[in-house]
């Protein structure tokens, strides 16, 4: 069973905002870019092993999409955990292509492709420090549980080694395909009951309850200033940016297209890229509006929770996207 649903990390929503957001010859924007295809990649990678999850029996595993738990004054996020009345599992997943070296003498990954040999943190250290994250966790909520880990590699056509006194490591290191065949041992494994339902079902609550999302602030990250982002309503026809304000609808100087909703876009980028609020005159200045009641109308329509009365008026970001 699905406890907590995959979702599009905030995160590519927001960097993908950023990049489409600062001059093309800003000197952030190739890292920017390159930044959001790993997480793009990884997030592929997350969802090719979804795949294999759902074949899990429903009845009696319960499966979390990145939960991001307290551990004292910082948090750890595991890709999946899966918990059972038995045992707990964390996956890792990886979405690398190419031949993958794990050198556990040095605990580093090292990857070839085209010719290129390039180095990653292991993987498989990773996947035991949340392991020794998870332990704690649990262990502060007063659960005992085995904790098992595999590194799962999305893509099929990976090619895996390591040395010969290091093939403990590929066992847990393993491709997608033979998940379900690997949880199936786990589960054979073992036998003993430390959870009854009530219990889990318990720990699955506290676990929603504990799972803290990332609040990821796109400029901070990168240190650009506000005034660096361009502002405006874009096309939805060419992708110009800025629109016109024409009677009762948004114009494109460039095609000519017309889209009276085209404010709502800008909109959710403000909230990726700016802040979780926004008055009435931030609104304006974003999408090129002059008319205050125009801005009063449109924010009502589109339903946002708000604080404060008249001009102080502060409207909050959904938590569902406005498109
Ligand atoms: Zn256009």
């Not at 035991?128 to 595999?150: C, G, S, T």
């Not at 240190?223 to 016109?244: A, D, F, Q, S, Y």
Request: hydrophobic share 35%.
């Amino acid at each position: 069973m699905i406890v907590k649903e995959r979702s599009i990390p905030a995160r590519i929503f927001s960097l993908e905002v950023l990049s489409e957001r600062l001059l093309i010859s800003h000197p952030k924007v190739p890292l920017i870019q390159q930044d959001l295809m790993k997480v793009s990649a990884g997030y592929k990678g997350e969802k090719a092993v979804s795949y294999y999850l759902d074949f899990l029996p429903p009845n009696d595993t319960f499966i979390f999409h990145s939960p991001r738990l307290p551990s004292g004054k910082h948090y750890f996020q595991i890709d999946y955990l899966i918990l059972t009345q038995r045992f707990a599992l964390i996956l890792e997943c990886k979405n690398f292509y190419g031949t993958l070296y794990f050198d556990q003498s040095f605990n580093q990954l090292i990857r070839t492709a085209n010719d290129k040999e390039e180095g990653f943190q292991d993987p498989i250290s990773q996947a035991k420090w949340q392991q020794q994250q998870l332990r704690q966790w649990l262990y502060n909520n007063n659960i005992q549980l085995p904790i098992e880990f595999f590194v799962v590699i999305s893509n099929p056509s990976t090619i895996l080694k390591t040395n010969p006194q290091n093939q403990h490591a590929l066992k847990k290191v393993i491709h997608g395909h033979s998940l379900l065949e690997k949880i199936e041992e786990v589960n054979q494994r073992y036998k003993i009951e430390h959870l009854d339902m009530t219990r889990i079902r318990k720990l699955n609550k506290q676990l929603l309850k504990s799972h803290t999302p990332d609040s990821f602030n796109a400029l901070d990250r990168y240190g650009i200033r506000p005034e660096e982002i361009i502002t405006g309503v874009r096309c939805p026809n060419c992708g110009h940016l800025p629109m016109m304000r024409a009677k009762r609808t948004w114009l494109c100087p460039k095609c000519g297209a017309k889209d009276r909703q085209a404010h709502v876009k800008a909109l959710q980028d403000y909230f990726y890229l700016m802040g979780s609020s926004i008055t009435n005159k931030q609104f304006r200045d974003f999408v090129h509006l002059e008319s205050e009641d125009t801005a009063q109308k449109m924010l009502k329509t589109l339903n946002l929770s708000h604080s404060g009365e008249y001009k102080a008026r502060i409207y909050h970001k959904p938590d569902r996207d406005l498109l």
